[in-house]
């Protein structure tokens, strides 16, 4: 491959990819984890809950792809096995099937979760002057805080 020259040093470039890597590992976690919670809701909700989390899973399928495709720009290999997911993510996996009520509880935290992983990659993103990451990832923020308050509005 030849030479990356798009204005952001090596370095810096390698430290951006590290932290989209954890943010690609939380949102996939977070993908497979509403995916769950849409096949398998019960319950007074489930209906509204069914499609709540078919929305919700249908965004971040779209987004880990953004993710995992700026990681590449950057020159960088995109993490892709549920092995490496497992070990960069902050999101952590849900045994069994819960409530609806705690589906919801724990769909809101792991979004608060993708927000803090996005926080921290945005700070190495704006140091870098890197714009076209700090877009990417102002953007992921956004869509996770108003799913985390849109969650937290239905418990």
Not at 33 to 53: A, D, I, Y
Not at 96 to 119: D, S
Not at 126 to 137: F, G, K, N, R, T
């Amino acid at each position: 491959m030849s030479q990356i020259d798009i204005g952001i040093s090596e370095i810096s470039r390698q430290e951006i990819a590290h932290g989209l890597k954890k943010l690609l590992a939380d949102s996939y976690t977070l993908y497979l984890q509403t995916h769950n919670f849409h096949w398998n809701v019960t319950g007074p909700q489930f209906r509204e809950l069914h499609l709540m989390f078919e929305e919700h899973y249908t965004e971040l399928a779209l987004a880990v792809d953004e993710i995992a495709e700026r990681i590449r720009t950057l020159g960088y290999a995109a993490p892709a096995t549920y092995g490496a997911f497992a070990e960069l993510s902050s999101v952590k996996e849900v045994d069994g099937v819960p409530e609806a009520t705690e589906m919801v509880n724990i769909l809101m935290q792991a979004h608060e979760t993708v927000v803090r992983t996005a926080r921290g990659v945005l700070k190495i993103a704006q140091q870098a002057d890197d714009e076209s990451s700090a877009s990417l990832i102002g953007d992921r923020m956004r869509a996770h805080e108003k799913t985390a308050w849109m969650l937290r509005a239905t418990l």
